[in-house]
């Protein structure tokens, strides 16, 4: 579906509404693939379509009852983003209807007129009296986040409403863009919405976009300058960037070329050094072991919804069970790689107990002990630490600072050679 010039943030949010829900494709793809627009035009066209996904099945339940059938699939689209201007971005209910009905087919352009001018008149009320929680959650997440969290399902679906601030990590001596907030962790945040491709200073680098979760599992690894130190599944490279920066001898294995090239622009755009290996991790075999490795596995990602939100539509409970073998095989490689007495961090962006906590029990047969994570290690986190010594992030969590994502991380040593 091309842009039209009279009205390009709706049409292409409604070409990247298509992509994710029809096609499956992640909305970071589809984005990319595009036609030129205007930066403004882009950015505003993927906040209306973010915010479509985040509220799918609230505006669905509004729309409901000023609907005698289902409509045709472009009057859907079109109501749905005519919902969303109307109940979530305070777009004036004029420019809201009159926009959609130009998304609309002609012989769809009275119904969607007329269905939309109902829900204005209903105004924000339409929505405070659903249950926004549930019906925005895919029913095999919320039960799987009602077993593993209990009531805090709630908080976490909660926290996937709101688009999530820009959190950067800061080079050794770099002064935080103007405006950040320096969480307890050390991690830069900057208000939601904030363009990273503006922010002074970033072609020269100094920084970089990375969740205060995500920046967690390489600061727990703590390397030391010299340390010879791997990092399995590295692109984009955020946590290379860390231990690269920390002084190691890094060495960054991707098997993607694709992203294993934008790794290696990554660290060039920061002035950081690692040997960048395109290989599979799987069966990758160096001439000498790694006094510390660090594995953020390839997971389901529902730990990153709040940044990317089409991930409940491209992902299925199926998934789940194929995923967590992959990341056994992982550890078990990783294992393999670890010099005797080395440190291992474990680490998933996945909220799923299964691609997480379930791989903790089955360190031990791989030869790795528990190194438990201590409180003082991560300050403002002592909620998120588990009874084993693991650390479980979750959206909530940090409620009142934005939020962050959903990680789960453990760490281990092999043992000392006899």
């Not at 693939?33 to 509220?55: G, I």
């Not at 069966?283 to 709040?306: K, N, Q, Y």
């Not at 438990?372 to 290690?377: A, G, K």
């Not at 009142?400 to 789960?408: A, K, L, R, S, T």
Request: charged share 25%; aromatic share 4%.
């Amino acid at each position: 579906m091309a842009p039209s010039p009279h009205n390009p943030t709706r049409q292409a949010a409604a070409s990247l509404l298509s992509a994710v829900l029809d096609r499956h494709r992640a909305l970071e793809e589809a984005l990319d693939a595009l036609p030129a627009l205007e930066p403004r035009d882009k950015a505003a066209a993927h906040r209306l379509a973010s915010a479509v996904l985040r509220r799918l099945g609230t505006l669905d339940a509004v729309l409901e009852p000023f609907l005698r059938r289902e409509p045709p699939a472009p009057a859907r689209l079109a109501l749905r983003i005519g919902a969303a201007d109307l109940l979530l971005l305070g777009t004036p209910p004029h420019a809201a209807v009159s926009a959609a009905v130009d998304l609309a087919p002609k012989p769809l352009a009275g119904l969607v007129n007329a269905v939309l001018r109902r829900v204005a008149a209903a105004g924000p009320a339409a929505i405070e009296e659903l249950d926004g929680e549930r019906l925005d959650t895919p029913p095999w997440l919320w039960s799987s986040w009602h077993a593993a969290y209990g009531p805090a399902v709630r908080a976490i679906a909660r926290a996937h409403r709101d688009p999530a601030p820009l959190d950067l990590s800061l080079l050794p001596g770099t002064a935080p863009p103007e405006g950040a907030t320096i969480l307890p962790t050390g991690t830069a945040r900057l208000p939601a919405g904030t363009r990273f491709a503006d922010l002074p200073g970033m072609a020269e680098g100094g920084f970089w976009a990375q969740d205060a979760a995500a920046a967690l599992p390489a600061r727990l690894l703590a390397v030391r300058p010299g340390e010879r130190v791997l990092d399995l599944c590295a692109a984009p490279g955020g946590k290379t960037a860390q231990l690269a920066a920390a002084g190691a001898r890094v060495a960054a294995v991707e098997k993607d070329a694709r992203r294993a090239t934008r790794l290696r622009e990554n660290l060039a755009r920061l002035h950081l050094e690692a040997e960048v290996v395109e290989a599979d991790a799987l069966s990758w075999s160096p001439a000498e072991r790694f006094d510390a490795v660090l594995l953020d596995a390839p997971c389901t990602a529902t730990g990153t919804i709040r940044r990317h939100p089409d991930v409940p539509f491209l992902k299925r409970a199926s998934d789940v069970h194929g995923l967590a073998a992959l990341q056994r095989q992982l550890l078990e490689a990783a294992a393999r790689l670890l010099a005797p007495g080395g440190r291992l961090v474990f680490a998933t962006c996945s909220l799923q107990p299964e691609e997480g906590e379930a791989h903790f029990a089955a360190a031990a047969s791989l030869g790795l002990e528990p190194d438990p994570i201590r409180e003082e290690e991560l300050p403002g986190l002592a909620a998120a630490l588990t009874p084993e010594g693991a650390l479980r992030t979750r959206p909530d969590l940090w409620a009142e600072q934005g939020g962050m994502d959903g990680f789960f991380a453990a760490r281990f040593r092999s043992r000392p050679a006899s």
